[in-house]
């Protein structure tokens, strides 16, 4: 099925990933992990049915925990759908109001968290977790089969982490993550560079078992894991 948050993955690159975790995966059975799960394309396309899932972004996991749960609906829509710059500025305001009174953990939060991803150029935040996209007037809400994402969703855990060092991979999961790209600024603040990438290349090598690593052209970051070509470690420029 199709993931259901906004990606900013090119067609062209999903495919890309697909195709190589398809030969990757030794079954859709297999226990899948990602500390960097984020949209996680992977295994909503793949409809993996193991996963063991982090993300630093909490908005992010409590929206697919409140999917999970099959409770994202059970009530309705709590918050106003149209997409127009109005009705758009007041769910920002109404979800800064729930972030400020540490209510990020609702239901109403999880709606709001699709919907403003959505309907957001960029989904992001400042330094103190204030929400502070921009309207994107061409965004729209996908049809969503909530059942079938719940029924799917079953098998997979959520994790909050801030360091994915403190994420538990499952002994014998496949690891298969995007790490984020060179100078990028994190959820906590944090920017990665080459150090950090080192960091994750000797987290990763610890995992026992199968690790796929995606990562943007760089040949900084490629030339880290020039050794990971094939076998269980594998590294794929996208």
Known sequence: MKHLLRTTRSAEVLDTMFTTVRHFLPTYQTQYADPFCAIAEIPFELEIENCSLNDSNP?????????????????????????????????????????SKGKTNTVEAAQLTFYLQHITTFFSFDSTGTFIGTHDSHGELPEIDWEAATALMQNWEFNNHDDYTNFVVPEHATLVMSPPTIYTRQWTGFSWDKSAHTDLLHWANSHSGKVLVFHR??????????????????FQLV
């Open 217 to 234: 052209r760089s040949r900084t970051i490629q030339g880290l894991y020039a050794d990971w070509t094939e076998g269980d470690r594998v």
């Open 59 to 99: 908005h992010i996991i409590n929206f697919y925990r409140w999917v999970k749960s099959g409770d994202f609906l059970k009530d309705g829509w709590l918050i106003n759908q149209n997409t127009n710059y109005n009705t758009w500025s007041r769910n920002k305001n109404r979800f800064n109001r729930l972030i």
